[in-house]
């Protein structure tokens, strides 16, 4: 469960202040996969970074009750100059895991990116970036997964794969998701938020929270 109570969350950008939310109070429930609606530019991202943790709110609070994931895109937020090998480790540390070992091994052989493993990932291609990066997502054990538009990798074999594991994670946790595929959002979730014009609405049918996000 993730409690928002009177958050409000703004930048600046060249046109003034946007504002993503203003003054939400919301509680998300942690036995249910959510999806997260909203047009481009509405601040999906920022919601899921203020959810996290990776971002802190301009005003208000957001308590977390359970682990919550960083926000898991196939992008990834690794520094370039360090290995694979490196990046995991730092990922371990930051979670307080110290004896990373079992945890390399793992994410190496899941991404299947061989010898690269040990190289900067700057030096990675995008295919495998991305593989590296759903390893590392999936490496982790969460009560609630953040997911940024994060779908399977690679070939017809390796998406099996990735979407097995997936699997796995879902028989003991839930998603809060932001998808632009509204299949994958029906098939995956229970619930929805719209978030539009700095307001956010639950919705407990997927079919009516779609309907109203596509009216927009």
């Not at 202040?17 to 919301?26: A, N």
């Not at 249910?32 to 601040?43: F, H, M, Q």
């Not at 594991?165 to 003991?172: A, T």
């Amino acid at each position: 469960m993730i409690e928002l109570n009177n958050v409000s969350k703004s930048y600046s950008t060249r046109f003034g202040l946007h504002h993503v939310l203003r003054d939400v109070s919301l509680t998300l429930p942690g036995n249910r996969n959510i999806a997260i609606l909203g047009s481009n530019g509405a601040g999906k991202s920022t919601l899921l970074r203020l959810l996290g943790g990776m971002d802190m709110p301009s005003r208000g609070h957001v308590k977390r009750h359970g682990r919550v994931s960083w926000p898991l895109a196939l992008t990834g937020g690794f520094q370039g100059s360090m290995s694979g090998r490196e990046n995991v480790r730092f990922v371990c540390r930051i979670h307080g895991q110290r004896d990373t070992r079992a945890t390399e091994e793992w994410v190496k052989a899941f991404s299947e990116i061989g010898q690269h493993f040990e190289l900067p990932i700057k030096s990675y291609s995008s295919g495998m970036r991305s593989k590296f990066s759903f390893a590392v997502s999936m490496a982790f054990d969460f009560d609630t997964y953040l997911i940024d538009e994060i779908t399977a990798v690679g070939d017809a074999r390796f998406k099996r794969k990735c979407a097995e594991v997936f699997e796995q994670k879902q028989q003991s946790a839930n998603l809060i998701m932001v998808s632009h595929d509204m299949g994958t959002l029906h098939r995956q979730c229970q619930m929805a938020i719209l978030l539009d014009q700095g307001s956010l609405t639950l919705f407990d049918d997927m079919d009516a929270a779609i309907k109203r996000y596509q009216s927009l």
